[in-house]
């Protein structure tokens, strides 16, 4: 499926318990099982490309993996060398951590993936990594995947990092685990901090304090994960932008993870007018729960802090900002630029085609909200412009063509839209 055309909503009132699991969360249970002493038990993991293939690529590592279609079970005797090149397809995520997990394993390890994620910067993670005894190599210098890595053992670090970045920091705290000592690593702002949380559920010694963490090296292998994934709050975003830009509309989200470090753009959305509210429903690893968002009129915002805990829902939180009353300006967002695309060209472009004013920044975007009118948007292959321009069609109608990038984090994205509106699949 090619293009899609999208008729702009009527009122609705919903509640999904059906949104796709967290891809973070997801990527991080599989290559986790491979430190464990034993069977790690995955429930709900997300069936998108991205994590398939994490999953596909600890299955070639040596891990056994046991899957009934409800729940994933992995025991691994150690990481063994593989035979296969290994594909992260569109993934960062898979990428960067699996850089942190094999750098220290036995055997030589190719990575890499299609012509999005070769395209996209390596060294935040291989420039640390080489600098603490690391054996890897790609193209540009150790930039570019396809990346190759010979395990070797690794010096302990304290590594004060210039980005707020998860996947740097995951990539960092998964090679400490079995560095020669007490590691440290510090980030300028705190990114999701999933790894910590399951790591130290497993039995690692981490030790966060502020913006530091310490980890203590492996003694041992850990304790098997069980976990039931909850729901993505970025893909549920889509849907929360949904019922605050369409009027009298309202949704429950259901099961979705309320760590801090992730649902920061609802709380934008709240401050910009609409109506939310959160539940928490259970807590494993971190809370759980539903979020209630209701149709308000939205105003103009300013985002400048905090930048890592909303950074995947910006392109969608446009989409709001769009529909606003008066002027919002992101700022302090440079990262967008390094995305699945460059996210503040793709955001500026598609919104300038709906006729909105918009100035664009090295480091973020202004947008003058207003009314959006109908327009043609191309994806340039990222899922979350994909999805971030289908949601502005509620609003104003809309096509939005090469869509299959969706399948890379929420196979059942029109499943939902449907629910919501009329959806013409044009090839
Ligand atoms: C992720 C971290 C973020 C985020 C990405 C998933 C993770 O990237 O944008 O979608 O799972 O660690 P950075 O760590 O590069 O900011």
């Known amino acids: 499926m090619s293009q899609v055309k999208i008729a702009p909503a009527k009122e609705f009132s919903l509640s999904i318990s059906e949104i796709a699991p967290d891809k973070s969360i997801s990527h991080r249970s599989v ?13 709900n993991f997300l069936r998108a490309e991205d994590t398939m293939n994490s999953l596909e690529i600890v299955k070639n590592l040596g891990a056994t993996v046991e899957d009934d279609g409800e729940i994933i079970k992995i025991s691994s005797n150690g990481i063994q060398e593989s ?28 990575l890499t993936g299609d012509k999005y994620l070769r395209s996209r910067p390596m060294k935040r993670v291989t420039t640390p990594l080489l600098n603490i005894g690391a054996k890897l190599d790609g193209r540009e210098d150790g930039d570019f995947a396809p990346l190759s890595i010979r395990g070797s053992s690794l010096k302990s670090f304290n590594y004060e990092s210039k ?17 020669d000592g007490v590691c440290t690593y510090s980030e300028p702002e705190l990114s999701r901090d999933h790894t910590e949380r399951m790591l130290k559920g497993m039995g690692a010694d981490i030790a966060v304090d502020g913006l530091q963490t310490t980890i203590t090296p492996m003694k041992k292998l850990l304790s098997p994960l069980t976990i039931r994934v909850p729901a993505d709050p970025s893909s549920a975003f889509f849907f929360a932008v949904a019922a605050a830009i369409t009027p009298n509309a309202s949704i429950v989200l259901e099961g979705v993870t309320l760590n801090s470090t992730r649902i920061e753009a609802f709380k934008v959305l709240e401050h910009m007018g609409a109506d939310i509210s959160y539940e928490i429903t259970d807590n494993k690893y971190e809370p759980i729960g539903n979020i209630s968002v209701k149709y308000a009129p939205l105003h103009g915002v300013t985002v ?71 327009s043609k948007v191309d994806s340039d292959g990222d899922h979350r412009i994909a999805m971030s321009f289908i949601i502005a069609g509620l609003r104003c109608g809309m096509e939005v063509s090469d869509l299959d990038c969706i399948n890379t984090s929420f196979p059942n994205f029109f499943e939902l839209l449907e629910k919501i509106t009329t959806i013409e699949f044009i090839k």
Not at 31 to 43: K, P, Q, T, V
């Open 304 to 374: 400048e802090e905090n930048i890592s805990w909303l950074i995947d829902e910006l392109p969608a939180l446009s989409i709001a900002m769009a529909t606003a009353q008066g002027e919002s300006l992101v700022k302090n967002a440079e990262e967008l630029r390094v995305k699945e695309s460059d996210r503040i060209s793709t955001v500026v472009e598609g919104l300038r085609s709906c006729g909105l004013e918009v100035h664009e920044y090295k480091d973020g975007y202004k947008i003058v909200g207003g009314e959006l009118s109908a």
């Open 163 to 179: 980005i707020a970045s998860a996947q740097v920091k995951s990539c960092m705290i998964l090679a400490a685990l079995r560095a």
């Open 83 to 110: 035979f296969e090149v290994l594909d992260c397809g569109n993934s960062g995520t898979g990428m960067r951590l699996f850089c942190g997990l094999l750098s220290s394993a036995n055997g030589h390890f190719v």
């Open 31 to 43: 290559m986790f099982a491979m430190l464990a002493d034993g069977e790690s038990r995955i429930e």
